[in-house]
């Protein structure tokens, strides 16, 4: 059906208007932040030696045992993808009968 200007004031007629009957009131305006303070390199310098001493870092078997991990999870991954190559050139050479 096509609707015109009659029908259109019609349907707004007949339908309830959304929302409530008061407008919303606007947005506040979030406050405006100060700037950063702005600091020379040595005092950079100085929070960065602060925040590094605040690290917890590692100790030597803990990076040796996660080293020693990180080699052997690379050894699996290399023989898993080399069996999956493999296979995956066999399956195609069969398909294909490329190499016969």
């Known amino acids: 059906m096509?609707?015109?200007?009659?029908?259109?004031?019609?349907?707004?007629a007949r339908t309830p208007q959304r929302g409530?009957?008061?407008?919303?009131p606007p947005r506040a305006t979030p406050p405006v932040?100060?700037?950063?303070?702005?600091v020379g390199p040595?005092?950079?310098?100085?929070?960065v030696r602060?925040?590094?001493?605040?690290?917890?870092?590692?100790?030597r078997k803990e990076t040796t045992v996660t080293t020693i991990m990180v080699f052997i999870m690379v050894v699996v991954a290399s023989?898993?993808?080399?069996?999956v190559d493999q296979a995956l050139r066999y399956i195609v050479t069969l398909i294909l009968g490329v190499g016969a």
Do not use: C, M, Y
């Open 20 to 24: 409530s009957a008061t407008p919303t």
């Open 79 to 83: 023989i898993f993808f080399t069996v």
């Open 42 to 47: 040595a005092e950079f310098l100085s929070q």
């Open 2 to 12: 096509a609707s015109n200007e009659a029908t259109k004031k019609a349907d707004l």
């Open 33 to 38: 932040r100060p700037a950063p303070k702005r």
């Open 50 to 59: 602060d925040e590094g001493r605040k690290v917890t870092w590692p100790s």
